[in-house]
């Protein structure tokens, strides 16, 4: 295995495709996961963390859909939601790139 640091930055940094093309969050980095975690040493880690953010988040956009319906709690919890989405794989991608192993908070487990 080999240690590479900038494909895990880049990693962290394809959940942020969603911005320009409005898709691919989930499908980017679970491709580059999917194909890279057996040749990059901690790509399996960190692409685990990355998939159950993104799990995570789209959870939480289906929970905030029928709040829109209690005075606006959903309009406000998807704004949250987009400032997280934004917010933390730039956060991570920085902890990447400095060797450490980032963590997403309130994020799901849904691959151990």
């Not at 320009?20 to 990059?40: D, H, N, R, Y």
């Not at 829109?68 to 704004?79: A, E, K, M, Q």
Request: proline content about 4%.
């Amino acid at each position: 295995m080999r240690e590479d640091r900038q494909l895990l930055v880049i990693t962290h940094l394809s959940q942020l495709v969603t911005l320009m093309t409005g898709f691919g969050s989930l499908i980017l980095p679970l491709i580059i996961w999917a194909t890279q975690k057996e040749k990059v040493s901690q790509m399996d880690e960190h692409g685990k963390n990355i998939i159950n953010f993104q799990l995570s988040l789209i959870v939480y956009c289906i929970i905030c859909v029928p709040l829109i319906l209690l005075f606006g709690l959903g309009l406000l919890g998807f704004l949250v939601l987009g400032i997280v989405a934004i917010v933390f794989p730039v956060i991570n991608a920085i902890k990447a790139s400095n060797g450490e192993t980032p963590r997403y908070p309130l994020s799901f487990s849904f691959i151990s």
